[in-house]
């Protein structure tokens, strides 16, 4: 198959500031879902009722982690293109398990130092040391935190993409794999729609779900390199529509569970939040949205994995302490700026010097900068 050439808006240094206000953004939104929506136990209260006229808005935000996965599929394959094996595995480790074991050990030490009972996970420390793999879901044992759910998706992302760092990363090969996945989730989504049973193992492998976001993103990242290409399209378009059956099918699971008046999303307000997020992406690939890079932009997308992991944290320690006290307009306020706050300062004084400390040697100030940028966006 005839590769396409780069188009003009592709750049060649891999930095793309809009995906770092992109995922800030998509940070909040899941900060807004669980601080005015989703945790009663923090509150004591159902949020929903606490903040009527934001909650169906807010609720949306459970979409935030939609965003991070298309997100996730363009950076990932703009990572994975021309590198091998054990640079692709070096630069996951190095991104996602610093901050990962900061968080975890504060997970612990909330739940074993302080008398905090909301969202604890009630783990042993032989659980604890399991989650420090962040393969506890293969194991069959409790994520520390409730945020954790993502990064087993993702981390089964990363070891379908080494398989096609294996064979070889190519236009004609990246189609290949994006389509054999997609129908790969076609087929499961139906035969669960038909209650026909699946093997646990193939449905944790091809994530039906999920797939859809990761696959719309990689066709994306060829939209980016190889602009006048239309094939990446109808990965993008199919995508899209299988993103809108399982957004709405994960919205209806949460509706299920705490009931529409502690959920009040519409379908129809789901399938314009989904809309949403594609077009912003798709104008990101194109070059039609473009921001110019600068150290403000550069750090929302630093704390944006920080304040993913560290903000239940927050939340949990600082909610109780001062909603008896403030309005919850307040307390929800001042939780999300010392969760942003906490988050920056991770960034910079553990999890950015780690990061340092692991990377290797010997790289250019350009492939190095490029490199911090792949590995920043492909997370939460």
């Given amino acids: ?21 992109l995922r800030f953004l998509a940070a909040l939104a899941v900060v807004a879902f669980h ?25 949306l935000g459970i979409l935030g982690v939609e965003l991070f996965f298309i997100i996730s599929g363009f950076v990932i394959l703009m990572t994975v293109w021309g590198k091998g094996l ?21 997970v612990a030490a909330l739940y074993g130092l302080t008398g905090a009972k909301a969202l604890d996970p009630k783990l042993s420390t032989g659980e604890y040391l399991v989650n420090a793999t962040m ?4 194991f069959k044992i409790t994520d520390a935190s409730g945020v954790y759910w993502s ?14 760092v294996l064979v070889g990363v190519t236009y004609g090969r990246v189609l290949a794999f994006c389509g054999i996945w997609l129908a790969a989730a076609l087929a499961l989504k139906l035969l669960q729609h038909g209650d026909v049973a699946v093997p646990p193992m193939i449905t944790e492998t091809v994530m039906p779900d999920y797939a859809p976001y990761f696959v719309a993103g990689m066709g994306l990242y060829l939209v980016h390199k190889h602009g006048h290409a239309w094939l990446p399209w109808i990965y993008v378009a199919a995508g899209y529509a299988l993103s809108l059956d399982s957004a709405l099918a994960r919205v209806h699971r949460r509706i299920d569970a705490a009931g529409f008046k502690n959920m009040p999303v519409t379908d129809t307000s789901v399938i314009i939040a989904i809309t949403i997020i594609f077009a912003l992406m ?15 932009l550069t750090a929302l997308g630093g704390v944006t994995y920080p304040l993913y992991l560290f903000h239940s944290i927050v939340a949990v320690a600082v909610i ?5 006290d403030l309005p919850p307009w307040i307390v929800a306020s001042c939780a999300t700026l010392i969760a942003v706050l906490l ?7 553990a999890e950015r010097p780690i990061q340092r400390i692991l990377k290797p040697r010997g790289r250019t100030r350009t492939s190095a900068a490029s490199a911090v940028q792949m590995e920043k966006a492909s997370v939460p």
Avoid: C
């Fill in 151 to 164: 990064l087993w998706a993702e981390l089964r992302f990363y070891l379908l993409m080494a398989v096609l």
């Fill in 1 to 21: 198959m005839r590769t396409p050439t780069r188009p003009k808006h592709a750049r060649e240094n891999g930095r793309l500031a809009e995906l770092d206000l």
């Fill in 343 to 349: 988050s920056y300062l991770v960034y910079v004084f």
């Fill in 282 to 296: 798709a104008l990101a690939a194109t070059g039609m949205l473009r921001l110019k890079p600068s150290r403000t």
């Fill in 135 to 138: 393969f506890q879901r293969l």
């Fill in 320 to 324: 109780p302490v001062l909603s008896g």
């Fill in 35 to 59: 601080y005015l929506v989703a945790y009663a136990s923090v509150w004591g209260d159902r949020p929903a009722e606490l903040f009527p006229a934001v909650a169906p808005v807010a609720g």
């Fill in 86 to 106: 054990g640079a692709f595995a070096r630069s996951r480790l190095i991104r996602l398990y610093p901050a990962y074991w900061l968080s975890l050990a504060a």
